[in-house]
């Protein structure tokens, strides 16, 4: 139990209340509701925090501590007010090639497994899990949790460590969320409970049907028969959210996307969306800049002559970059850069447009070397450590002149942050970014500069996440594509993400019965 608040001779303060989200699925929607909930109960005047025990994804984040979570969990934080910390994600796994994923720990590395190789640490993690979840619970008023994938996966239930262990050990109670969107809700919410044993279906206080479209007066007598058949009230209906911009976990939600809309747009703006991408919420502003079209490649021959092409962040960059090469991207990239189209990496993409890539010890794939895409005069090699800090820097007055694609933005404050296991070496490059502050380690002469133009300013490559969050940086870099093109961009960008939380809450507060959802967690209305 924490003793959080507490002094020698008194009792424990008492553990905050918590409420769990849970799923038939992945990508139901959980993360999303945790973040809307999140924000609800900051409304309602709570002191609230998000947690995941166990989150498996590339999307990741950096504490002010220089620790690595799930990026999800960062997104949640910020919907509840508060700074992102190791215990909101206490075990990230970031999948890599063959098979294996890197189990990242209190926000720091400890070892790259196989799945069957990965049981064997549950003892260890789980040990993380109940002591992140007892700090949370004694500084914060309400733990909302989120689970992972399905309760109900057979082979997996005795030794999870994310979903009705949490919600036993907490005595959490658990609102089981379906997708409507992809059919079959009904059977999925039935079938996982009827999969759960007693103690689990017990813990279940309510059931949720998300991403619905149409008129939910038609699911009447279907949600009265779940209600009966379940012993379980129906807390609500959400409907599938239009036009609220909230980041996404997982790169499925790439796949299931619909396709950009070029109505209106002006600009073209193509990401390669390799195997392994990581962060793909780095360019969700440019979704909601008016007069872009922000498509996802997988295939050199749907590159097009696309106005930006952008390399992402990878987990495994030389195996992403051999794909890349199989599935004729390099050609085409190489192609439309010649025929006038700009070219920006992030990260790993930032390692790639360089000469050559050396992972001696193998730390991200059993490769050795690969050639890069050679638009920047730099190499990398792949070391054991990791470098993860948030940082401060400012556009370089050299890297900002007459048609680069920073042109404009010289001097002007860029946020976010670092996550790469490569070190990069540049020789001829115009340094982008002059690095000011790095929360966590010292700004020395070797991280004093970030990132590299070339001469001509269209190919631009950097370590820092989060780049095109900076509002000033990101409409520079556009106004200089409409520019070179001749065209004029809409008003009307720059939506606060602030204000995006609060459209999500009151979608979701206007779908759910809050009173019962508050009833299940103990809690008021609002915060007395």
Known sequence: MSMEGSRPGQLPAPLGKVLMVQGTASHVGKSVLVSALCRILRQDGYRVAPFKAQNMSNNSYVTPDGGEIGRAQAVQAEAAGVDARVEMNPVLLKPEADSHAQVVLMGRPLTSARARDYFDLKATLWESVTASLDTLRGQYDVVVIEGAGSPAEINLKATEIVNMRVARYANAPVLLCGDIDRGGVFAALVGTLQLL????????????????????????????????????????????????????????????????????????????????????????????????????????????????????????????????????????????????????????????????????????????????????????TFVGSKETHRVRATVRGEAAGAGSLLAGAGGRDVSGYEIHMGRTVAEGVIPAFAVVDRADAPVTAESAWDGAINAGGDVLGTYIHGLLHNAEVRQALLGELARRKGVALPEGGDVARDREYDRLADWVRGSLRMGLVYEMAGLTPAAV
């Open 197 to 380: 044993d007693a103690a689990e279906r017990d813990t279940v206080k309510g059931l949720l049907i998300n991403k619905f479209r149409g008129d939910a007066g038609l699911l009447t007598d279907g949600l009265d028969w779940l209600e009966q058949y379940t012993g379980k009230p129906v807390v609500g209906v959400v409907h599938h959210y239009r036009d609220i911009h909230i980041p996404e976990e997982d790169s499925v939600a790439l796949d299931l996307a619909p396709p950009a809309s070029s109505e209106a747009a002006v600009l073209d703006v193509a990401v390669v969306q390799v195997p392994h991408i990581s962060n793909f919420d780095d360019f969700d502003p440019l979704a909601r800049e008016p007069g872009v079209a922000l498509r996802y490649v997988q295939h050199g021959d749907r590159l097009g002559r696309p106005d930006l092409v952008i390399l992402p962040g990878s987990k495994t960059t030389i195996p992403d970059l051999l794909w890349m090469e199989r599935q004729g991207l390099t050609r085409a990239i190489a192609d439309a850069h010649g025929g006038g189209a700009a070219v920006m990496g992030i990260c790993g993409g930032y390692q790639m447009l360089g000469n050559a890539i050396y992972d001696p010890e193998h730390v991200e794939s059993s490769v050795g070397m690969a050639q890069g895409l050679g638009m920047l005069p730099l190499t990398t």
